[in-house]
């Protein structure tokens, strides 16, 4: 009976290598689970998988009443082989964008895009929330682990900090103010998105904004600044100051913040927010 079981626990990993494999796994993203069995979508791509992929919880998607555009349910990311070549998927990403002539149009290009690695890790493409039309579009990095399983960005806690530091000026997206994100899946265990990565969901963001057509920007945090103001300068030195967006023909006011996550591990950072946001309320009270 013991050397049985000797012999099985010879071929089991210690306890050492299941606590390492583990924390590879969240590091790599993977918290959350899908199904109840592991599948290999690389096996066989034309076999359904074993196990339906239904979210564990149950995804409401929010109605707005005052926009003609409302954000789609949110879809479960399909597994893709990765492709090869980053430029290539630049360009189709571009091609894929400046194909799509309204919001919706755009979610659905986005969501039925394959070209960045991410969205095989991703449960979900984080779109938008907020009010389509608003005259002010709020511009984050990349969903983290919250914002993935509920498909909408700043759902976890530094939204909640975004929220409540925006509701002392009266902007909330619930009234006045449309959100996304420059990725629109999250890197696993929220790495920073690589500069690949960047440069193929760029496109997509800028078509994003063109669409919306607000009259002024919020970026938010170093990746939102450096992607869409071309900038190397960090937050720190940038922050309220005003800047200028511009792209495809389109010019738009842009005002630099600290990123809520950088505030919620730095809380003597929150002066500086107030003194922006200050700024920002006389801005738009003139
Ligand atoms: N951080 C971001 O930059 N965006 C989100 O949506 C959530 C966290």
């Known amino acids: 009976m013991v050397s049985v079981l000797e012999d099985e626990m010879a071929d089991s990993p210690s306890r050492a290598e299941i606590v390492d494999m583990l924390r590879q796994h969240v590091e790599a993203g993977c918290t959350d689970m899908l199904a109840e069995a592991p599948v290999n979508h690389f096996a066989n791509h034309s076999t359904?998988?074993?196990?339906?992929?239904?979210?564990?919880?149950e995804?409401?998607?929010?109605?707005?009443?005052?926009?003609?555009?409302?954000?789609?349910?949110?879809?479960l990311a399909t597994p893709q082989i990765p492709t090869a070549n980053a430029a290539d998927s630049a360009a189709a990403s571009a091609e894929v964008a400046a194909a799509a002539d309204s919001l919706e149009a755009l979610q659905n290009a986005i969501q039925g895009f394959d070209g960045c690695g991410l969205k095989k890790t991703a449960k979900n493409t984080v779109f938008c929330d907020g009010v389509a039309g608003a005259k002010i579009m709020l511009i984050g990095e990349a969903p983290g682990q919250d914002e993935d399983r509920e498909g909408k960005p700043f759902v976890g806690r530094s939204g909640q900090l975004l929220d409540t530091m925006?509701?002392?000026?009266?902007?909330?997206?619930?009234?006045?103010?449309?959100i996304s994100n420059i990725v629109p899946w999250r890197p696993p265990?929220?790495?920073?998105?690589?500069?690949?990565?960047?440069?193929?969901?760029?496109?997509?963001?800028?078509?994003?904004?063109?669409?919306?057509?607000?009259?002024?920007?919020?970026?938010?945090?170093n990746i939102s600044n450096k992607t869409l103001l071309q900038t190397e300068t960090g937050i720190t030195k940038l922050r309220g100051q005003w800047q200028t967006y511009?792209?495809?023909?389109?010019?738009?006011?842009?005002l630099p913040l600290l990123h809520p996550a950088?505030?919620?591990?730095?809380p003597e950072t929150k002066a500086d927010v107030w003194a922006d946001l200050c700024a920002l309320k006389t801005r738009l009270a003139g």
């Open 166 to 178: 925006l509701a002392t000026i009266d902007l909330s997206r619930a009234e006045n103010l449309y």
């Open 246 to 254: 511009e792209a495809d023909n389109i010019s738009l006011p842009a």
């Open 59 to 75: 995804i409401k998607p929010e109605i707005k009443p005052e926009v003609n555009f409302k954000p789609a349910a949110p879809q």
């Open 189 to 221: 265990g929220n790495r920073t998105p690589s500069a690949e990565e960047i440069a193929i969901c760029r496109p997509f963001i800028e078509r994003h904004i063109a669409l919306a057509k607000p009259d002024m920007l919020l970026l938010v945090g």
């Open 48 to 57: 359904p998988p074993q196990a339906p992929l239904e979210p564990t919880h």
């Open 262 to 266: 950088y505030v919620l591990r730095r």
